[in-house]
């Protein structure tokens, strides 16, 4: 059972907006910035958002996260066959003294 | 371009011990906090640990504490996690990754090193 709460799945066609959940509580994603890591098959994950909203050099601004309250979201636009993959939000918790993440969210592209 | 290895993953008998190693080349790792992150074979991420940057304070989950233990050596750039008091449940891949402070994301990960607990 992770700490944070994401759907299993997603699906959308090529040019699509869709969006991720990710839901957690007041001592994650309630005082800390989230980010959002993207995972390929058989790859290390790799950071795709952090600090809520902020991308990394070489991120497209076709992803964009943000968060309210104990919930975050990334939302992934002109949906493309190269998004697909599986996307983990993370959070610094302040009960654990450490990070927690959301189970995962496999994103299909139809 | 930035690196992390790991190496050390195996085949171990429920009880039994292993070290971990990960190995960083082409950015400044004794200024860099590190994390032990695992990935279940069901797919999940689950943080194990993280050590600052001078190696005085480190961090584990719940999970772990009491038997596994981080630690690193600079002149090596080097990281470690000894696990002891293994269970199968500690079956995963072990990644190590880098982050700039305590409570920053992991914005350099390896390629992680399979351990497999089963008797």
């Known amino acids: 059972q992770s700490a944070l709460t994401q759907p299993p799945s997603v699906s959308g066609t090529p040019g699509q907006r869709v969006t991720i959940s990710c839901s957690g509580s007041?001592?994650?994603?309630?005082?800390?910035?989230v980010n959002w890591y993207k995972q390929l098959p058989r790859t290390p994950p790799t950071l795709l958002i952090y600090?809520?909203?902020r991308r990394p050099t070489l991120v497209p601004d076709r992803f964009s996260g943000s968060r309210s309250g104990t919930s975050a979201s990334l939302a992934i636009s002109g949906l493309d066959s190269e998004d697909e993959a599986t996307y983990f939000c993370?959070?610094?918790?302040?009960?654990?003294?450490?990070?927690?993440f959301g189970g995962g969210t496999r994103l299909t592209v139809l | 371009q930035l690196q992390l290895v790991e190496s050390g993953g195996g085949l171990v008998r429920p009880g039994g011990s292993l070290r971990l190693s990960c190995t960083a080349s082409h950015f400044s790792f004794s200024d860099s906090y590190m994390s032990w992150i695992r990935q279940t074979p069901g797919g999940g991420l689950e943080w194990v640990s993280f050590i600052g940057s001078s190696g005085l304070y480190t961090s584990s989950a719940h999970s772990v504490k009491g038997r596994f233990t981080t630690s690193r050596d600079n002149a090596k750039n080097s990281l470690y996690l000894d696990m002891t008091s293994l269970r199968i449940e500690d079956t995963a891949l072990y990644y190590c990754?880098?982050?700039?402070?305590?409570?920053?994301?992991?914005?350099?990960w390896g390629r992680g090193t399979v351990v497999t607990v089963s008797s």
């Open positions: 600090n809520d909203y």
């Open positions: 990754a880098r982050h700039k402070l305590e409570n920053d994301p992991f914005d350099v």
């Open positions: 993370g959070a610094w918790d302040v009960n654990v003294n450490g990070w927690v």
């Open positions: 007041r001592s994650n994603i309630g005082g800390n910035p």
